[in-house]
């Protein structure tokens, strides 16, 4: 009879000593909420991993660069920047946050013990010496990325992201905007630098590039087919608690500047038709920017690794080659060949708005302006260039 209630015993207790030792760790993640200069403006994403045995209570980073690297804005311009996993006690990630006021937002993971011990075993294989480096692609290798595929890694086929059916669909640009249209320039700066491959659809898997994206879908997220279906994430626990920053937009922005500088090639314009003057020099220092840009957009799609500065189509009304008219326009006597580029140059500008309207890619709205100058510039030039040519030979006599 003795030995009957010990056997009992030693076969109820066993799983139940066996699962509290399995369940040693705790896994969540840790969402934060976007700071107010651009590199912190879309949040950011944390795993954090609590020893209840040892009370050892670490969060794995994925966002960490090094600023003091010698070679950091040659590397950023390359897109050859690697970021790197660090690891840091709970309390020292939340200093930081709290030091900017920034919130943060804890989800405890529902992972089974077999589960949490291969999800610890990953993230201690990533944080070996030499694997702890990646080359960061902002879309589609980030912080919360890393994250993302580590839980597709763990659970494979038992992991169902239930993804809403009738999602509005969004372009990677959409996405974007949603987190910098209270910082114009820098919205603009953007819309310059990232090519068309941004313009296409992001599935719902593609938005959890976003931290906030993603803390969405682990909570509607689901494990299957280890028993009982389950959440993958518990509801999510505040753990700092700040309002959102609510940045006024700026009153200088693309718009208003670019609209401005647009009336005052208009009326340049118009008061050099009246006096019968071109004031060239203007069109020399707008063709300089504009070849300027151009070249850095030629670089950014040539000449360096970056996936999403590819097939910049900015680059027909900023092109490179309009450097060539701070030659031709500053010549004693105009080339012929300076009034043929002044019509390949509206020809360039009016085929960018081909290109908005057919889709090719979505245009920052504040080019318009540009666009504007560039036509009304460039058919100026065309047909009164002779003038020029006119004005430098009389001048020449008179000396």
Not at 243 to 261: C, I, K, M, R
Not at 290 to 311: K, N, P
Request: charged share 20%.
């Amino acid at each position: 009879m003795l030995n009957a209630i010990v056997l009992i015993l030693f076969f109820t207790l066993t799983p139940l000593l066996s699962s509290a030792q399995t369940h040693r760790y705790q896994i969540s993640l840790l969402t934060c909420d976007p700071g107010e200069e651009l590199y912190s403006s879309f949040g950011h994403s944390a795993l954090r991993v609590l020893d209840m045995e040892t009370g050892k209570d670490l969060v794995f980073n994925w966002g960490t660069f090094d600023f003091d690297d010698p070679n950091f804005y040659l590397k950023f311009t390359q897109g050859r920047l690697d970021y790197f996993l660090s690891l840091s006690t709970f309390e020292q990630f939340l200093y930081h946050y709290r030091y900017f006021e920034r919130g943060v937002r804890e989800q405890v993971l529902n992972l089974s013990p077999e589960q949490v011990e291969r999800t610890v075993a990953l993230l201690n294989q990533n944080a070996r010496p030499e694997n702890i480096y990646y080359r960061y692609d902002f879309f589609y290798d980030n912080c919360s990325t890393r994250i993302r595929d580590i839980m597709e890694a763990v659970l494979g086929r038992n992991l169902d992201w239930n993804e809403p059916v009738e999602e509005e669909a969004k372009t990677f640009r959409d996405l974007i905007f949603e987190y910098v249209y209270r910082l114009p320039w820098a919205d603009f700066g953007i819309d310059l630098a990232l090519g068309s491959v941004i313009d296409q659809e992001a599935s719902e898997r593609e938005k959890q590039f976003l931290p906030d994206y993603m803390e969405a879908a682990f909570a509607r997220a689901e494990i299957v087919g280890d028993g009982p279906s389950r959440l993958l994430a518990q509801p999510a626990r505040i753990v700092l608690d700040y309002p959102l920053v609510d940045q006024e937009n700026e009153v200088f922005n693309p718009h208003l500047v670019f609209w401005l500088v647009a009336i005052g090639f208009i009326l340049l314009t118009y008061v050099g038709y009246k006096k019968h003057r071109l004031f060239a020099g203007a069109d020399v220092a707008l063709f300089a920017v504009l070849g300027l840009i151009g070249v850095v957009i030629t670089f950014l799609w040539f000449f360096t690794e970056h996936t999403t500065t590819v097939y910049n189509w900015n680059i027909l009304w900023a092109f490179p080659a309009h450097l060539v008219l701070l030659y031709g326009l500053t010549m004693k006597t105009p080339a012929a060949w300076v009034k043929q580029y002044l019509f390949f140059a509206m020809l360039l500008a009016n085929l960018t708005l081909v290109f908005w309207i057919l889709g090719f890619q979505d245009f920052h709205s504040s080019i318009i302006p540009i666009l504007l100058i560039i036509i009304l510039r460039s058919n100026y030039l065309y047909y009164n260039l002779e003038r020029l040519r006119f004005n430098k030979t009389a001048e020449r006599v008179r000396g």
